[in-house]
Structure formats: structure tokens, C-alpha cells
């Protein structure tokens, strides 16, 4: 009985070793979202091309969509806007949230390297971007066609990212949504 | 003595920059409140440094928002609230006790248990340890015996 009891210690041991090293895994930039499942916040802000007048929450809700936070000062967005420009041609409806942006700077981003949105909305304070938890642009969010949040993606969407964690998802809402 | 007051100036030069920000209140008491607050609240961008630390961006649009909340006249209660909905309880450096982290505040009551009994259980085993090591009598003979064994072996 002695003898097993000078085992607690490493069996202990391994056991927090074992903790400790699954988390590692674990990406620790990456925060829990605390508004999947919510709806999208409400907002009133004008869209980036001023044309298209005032928006709300109420023109996120009717169809399955991607709302993609991006901004020009943002580097990687450079590198996601190709996929954007994809999803778009595949037929994905994408929603901009041009964030602490500059409008013209904005416009001649999107003018040089295609525009994938269905519209943009100008959250050049950042407001809306707070309500909604940003913090790194970009950052893309899954809302279904009654306006609620169902995944959100920190960082740059990918080919592997959208086959991975948004494809099936969005086929499903589709579904559901028809 | 030197290094000591060295580490001491890192650890503080912190708050020494959160501090060098020009900050207006209407009402003076809310100042040390929002010292506590940006103490407390974490970066959600930075690894592990709180709001009065960090200069990136979002931490300045959340102090900011701290102080704009503060203005409002709502608690600091509701301030975390506030941003543990936007931001997730991630931000909070002293979370709340619920079922998700009541193993987290009382582990270290744990383990202070179990290492107190284990302390105990040893010191005791020691005593009785260093009071069998007393030499026996005839202990010289036997250890001239086994020496002299293994020189002819």
C-alpha cells in the first residue's frame, strides 16, 4: 500500500504533463466568441458608397450572409479579398464592415481589386466594430437569414478555412432558410 | 539589493505610462476608478498585458469606452458586463466565480492542501528516519568484515 502511494506523485505528474500538453494545441490569440448565437447587433451607420443612403440590422436580415470586417490599413485583408471576391462569384452573399476606415481610400480599394459586397458599411468610428467584439481585422461572421450570429472566423478566410469551418454550415442554413 | 529595485522600476514603469495619458473626468472620483478598471481589464488583442498597458489600438478605443461608461454613471459591474458581452469574459483578469471557474479560484486551495499534508506526512517520516540511523554497537566489526570480503573477492 506504502509502495503504490509513491507512485501519486508521478502518476500526478503525468497528468498535468497530459493537461499541459493538449494545451498547446490551443491557440491562444484566439478568444471565445461571446455573440454567436446572439443576434446582430443593431446599428444605424452610413454605407461606404453614401448613395445607398442610411443601414440598419434590418438590411443583414432576409438571406444567409457573410459580414466581413475590413478595412485598407489592414494587411491581411489584402490577402483574404481574393476569396471574397470568389465566394461572391460562387454566389455567397458578402456584407462589408469597412472599419476606422477612410472613405476614399476605401472606395479606391475597391475600385483596384474588385468588389465582392453586396454593400459596406462605413463604421468609421469603430462603433459598431465595438458592439460586435472586433478586435484584429479581418474578421468574417456567419449570420442566418433571421439576422443571427452562427460562427465567426478571426483572421484571414482561406480556401481551407472556408472548406473547414464555414462550407457546411452554410449549406445547412441555406437549407434551412429556403 | 540592485536588481531587486531594478525589477521593482520595470514592474511599475507600467503605470507609469498608463498614467502619462491626459484623461478628463467631470467627476474626480471616477478616476481611481478607471484606474482600477483599465488595471483589470485585458488586452483582447495583446497576449497578456491589460488596457492601461497596451498602446494598440483597440485597447485605446476600449479605455475610451471605459471612461465614456464611466461618464454614463454606470457601475463597475456593469461597465464588465458591458464589455464581457462584446468581448467575452477573456478580458476580465479577475473573472467571476461560476461553474466554469470555481475550479479555477479554489485549485490553489487544493493544492496548498495537498502539499501541506504532504509536507506533514514527510517531516514526520524524517523524525522517525534519523532516529533508526543510530549506530549499532557492533556495526565497525560487520563493515570491517564486508570490507575484508570484498578485498579477496
Known amino acids: ?178 | 539589493m540592485k536588481i531587486c529595485l531594478l525589477l521593482l522600476s520595470a514592474a511599475l514603469s507600467g503605470f507609469v505610462f498608463a498614467t502619462s495619458e491626459l484623461v478628463e473626468f467631470s467627476d474626480p472620483s471616477y478616476r481611481a476608478r478607471y484606474q482600477q478598471l483599465i488595471t483589470e481589464l485585458r488586452c483582447p488583442k495583446c497576449q497578456n498585458q491589460n488596457l492601461a498597458d497596451s498602446n494598440s489600438p483597440i485597447s485605446r478605443d476600449l479605455r475610451n469606452e471605459v471612461q465614456r461608461l464611466l461618464e454614463d454613471g454606470l457601475s463597475n459591474q456593469e461597465i464588465e458586463t458591458y464589455l464581457t458581452n462584446r468581448y467575452s469574459a477573456f478580458i476580465l483578469y479577475r473573472p467571476e466565480v461560476n461553474k466554469n471557474t470555481y475550479l479555477l479560484w479554489v485549485s490553489p486551495l487544493i493544492i496548498l492542501l495537498v502539499g501541506g499534508l504532504v509536507v506533514a506526512r514527510f517531516s514526520r517520516q524524517g523524525v522517525s528516519a534519523t532516529k533508526s540511523q543510530e549506530i549499532a554497537p557492533d556495526s565497525d566489526e560487520r563493515l570491517n568484515d564486508l570490507l575484508s570480503d570484498e578485498e579477496d573477492g
Open chain 1, 1 to 178: 500500500m506504502i509502495r503504490l502511494a509513491l507512485f501519486v506523485p508521478l502518476a500526478l505528474f503525468i497528468g498535468l504533463s497530459a493537461l499541459l500538453l493538449l494545451g498547446l494545441d490551443k491557440d491562444p490569440t484566439e478568444l471565445p466568441s461571446a455573440l454567436v448565437g446572439e443576434k446582430f447587433p443593431s446599428f444605424t451607420l452610413i454605407a461606404l458608397d453614401e448613395e445607398q443612403g442610411m443601414l440598419s440590422e434590418k438590411d443583414l436580415i432576409g438571406e444567409v450572409a457573410l459580414v466581413n470586417v475590413w478595412a485598407t490599413w489592414c494587411y491581411a485583408c489584402r490577402i483574404e479579398h481574393p476569396m471574397l471576391n470568389q465566394l461572391n462569384e460562387q454566389g455567397v452573399k458578402v456584407i462589408g464592415l469597412n472599419y476606422k476606415d477612410e472613405r476614399g481610400s476605401a472606395k479606391k480599394w475597391l475600385d483596384l481589386r474588385g468588389d465582392p459586397y453586396a454593400f459596406s458599411i462605413f463604421d468609421v468610428r469603430g462603433s459598431l466594430g465595438l458592439d460586435l467584439g472586433v478586435y484584429g481585422a479581418p474578421e468574417t461572421y456567419l449570420i442566418d437569414a433571421t439576422g443571427v450570429i452562427r460562427h465567426r472566423r478571426v483572421g484571414v478566410v482561406d480556401e481551407r478555412i472556408w472548406t473547414n469551418e464555414f462550407q457546411d454550415l452554410y449549406a445547412q442554413l441555406k437549407e434551412e432558410s429556403q
